[in-house]
């Protein structure tokens, strides 16, 4: 075969500036990881902060990336009030930038079909419950987070009607929502104990918006011995999550992996 034998030299070192969501999720990890890895291959710098699940950093960054003179801006940035002001600021510095899982306006949107995710992991559930619970499920708990507005919260919509298609009566059960804040285990953790401490349950099925509230609820459950009274389905597919599905008797049934 034939190759050039030519070596253009680059006028320009490109950046590249990276927020990432929290360093809270492990998720998160394994994107910065990944980034680096892929920065470092094409040979371009890579500008990472941390945007903290906060909204104040969310606009701090994006402005420290406007001063820094980045070429192209990846911003995973979690709290849908501010997407506006971020675009408007990059827009206006002429910057394009990527917005990861969150949509921003003027972005290219980089994220999962939230709400075809969701309507795999609720058939799922509706299924292992036919299966495994004759008596039928006697209540749903649905972990969010608000403050990514509608998009990633289209997850939990998909799973109600996943549920619904399998299993039709489930629209009759009552259904408890929460927020998880910026979906971190310790507030998740807090939450689901509560929920306990409140309600006699049985036969609960648990969807959470990631991995992360999923496994911090079935700890709250396998904490007071009641693990056999909930199903729970995750999104994410982490390595923490398949660790835990590899246990034979996990109430963690699944987890909708996003490639």
Known sequence: GYRSRVQLVRTKRYLIGYASLSNMLPFTKVVADGLQAAASAADVDLLMLNNKSSSRLGIENAERFIAEKVDLVIDSQLNFNVASQISAKLSEAEIPFISVDIPHPG????????????????RHLARWAAINWTSGAEQIIFLGVDAAGPTLNSRLAG?????CEYAPKTRELPIIRYDTKGGEFDVTLDIIRKHL??????????????????LATLQAFREIGLEEECAIVGHDAGIEARQEMRRPATRLIGSVALF
Not at 107 to 120: E, M
Not at 159 to 163: M, N, P, Q, Y
């Open 107 to 122: 972005s290219t949107y980089f994220g999962a079909d939230n709400y075809k995710a969701g309507r795999i992991g609720g």
């Open 159 to 163: 799973v109600a009607d996943g549920l």
């Open 197 to 214: 401490r409140r309600y006699k349950l049985k036969r609960v099925l648990v969807a959470a918006v990631n991995d992360t509230t999923a």
